[in-house]
Every structure is written in C-alpha cells, then in structure tokens.
C-alpha cells in the first residue's frame, strides 16, 4: 500500500465480494471507523456512517500498518513469529495452549505454538459481521471446535496488530468464560502502546506512537 488512494481501492474491492466492514478493517489492519470511511469515500453499497463510525471530514485519525512483506513469505513470517515467541516463552510455566486471532493471527499463532510446542486454537471475532453502527453484543465470537479446547488450560492470545484494544479484549473474556486462563498475549504491531488488556499482559514487537498536536 502507497496511500490512502490504494487503501480506498483495496476496501471497494473487499466490499464488493462482500466483506464486511469488521472483516475490512481486519483485512487491512485499521479500526473500525477506517474501515467505513474507506468504504463510503470508494462509493461502494454499504448504507451511509452512523454517529457512532463517522469520521472527521478530513478523514479518521489512524494509521495503516502493511505488514505482507512478512506474511506472503515464510521463511520471514517464520522468522518474526520466532521472536514473538521468544517475547512469550518468559510468561508462565505450564502454558500449553496457542490461541490464535482470526484472520491474520492464525497462521501467526500456528508458528508460534510450533516453536513453543503448544496446541493451537483459533478465536473468531465479532467484529467480523459488523457493518455499522455498535457492535451488536448477541452475536459473539466464536473458537472453532476444528482446533484444541479452552477449559481449564493456560494460553497465550496472538494476533497480527492492536488498532482500539477491543478484539483483544473480547477474546481474552472469551476464554475467561469458557474456563481458560490467558496468561500473556503478543502481537506484530500495537497502535495503543497497551501494557495490559483485563489484567492480561501484552507484549509487542512494534509500538505505533503519534506524536503532534491538534492546535
């Protein structure tokens, strides 16, 4: 990705093979609110932004983060996950269990629980049947019953990147409530410079900080 132009054009195609906004904004790595004003700067279907997703007129405050030099090759994914594991492997002693954020953090969570010799399990957002508005709280997350359970194990959460914190934070709740105990999480990049996410540890290998101001 170049600029904003080449984001517009990415989010009109991803809508017209009818993705969702959630999954747009997974997909290209930006909140919510981006993902939307993306979507309607490109003229695609999707009905006009709320109160709640509309972005300033000169477009939402948020930063892009293009990380598919990594992904699309995987000596380098292999490499990068490699030192993400390293940043878990100091966090808790009878951890056994990956749990890996759909899309993008699963195949990130599947080389670091190779690396680490753990199991592998792979959470679903909500956010990806969003389209507008809040974040309609009956229709949850789910984990695939094609990968390992949660009750009663430690685990560790990757994904690829932290853009509001609230995907993270959801997934941690989520295997709180299915009798897990997520003992630390990592991820490529942070945009919140979080420290923790429910009393959960998080760690990054990049730390997005904006620095300006608004006068």
Not at 73 to 102: C, F
Not at 133 to 141: A, S
Not at 158 to 168: E, F, K, L, R
């Amino acid at each position: 990705m170049k600029n904003v132009d080449d984001l517009i054009e990415s989010a009109a195609e991803l809508a017209e093979h009818g993705h969702s906004k959630g999954e747009i904004a997974d997909e290209l790595n930006v909140s919510r609110e981006t993902a939307s004003w993306l979507v309607e700067r490109a003229g695609g279907a999707a009905t006009p932004a709320t109160n709640d997703t509309a972005a300033p007129a000169g477009g939402p405050q948020d930063i892009h983060v293009d990380w598919s030099a990594v992904g699309r090759d995987s000596y380098r994914l292999e490499a990068v996950t490699s030192a993400m594991a390293d940043l878990l492997a100091k966090q808790g002693e009878n951890v056994d269990l990956t749990v890996g954020i759909e899309k993008a953090g699963a195949p990130i969570a599947t080389h670091i629980a190779s690396n680490l010799d753990t199991d592998l399990s792979s959470y679903a957002p909500s956010k990806h049947q969003w389209d507008e508005g809040e974040l309609d709280t009956d229709v949850g997350g789910s984990f695939s019953r094609n990968f390992a359970q949660i009750r009663d194990r430690d685990c560790y959460v990757v994904d690829d990147t932290i853009t509001s914190g609230t995907t993270m934070t959801e997934t941690i709740e989520a295997i709180q409530d299915e009798g897990g105990n997520p003992v630390a999480a990592c991820v490529l990049v942070d945009k919140q410079g979080l420290d923790e996410v429910e009393g959960v540890p998080v760690y990054s290998l990049f730390q997005v900080i904006s620095v300006g101001s608004d006068e």
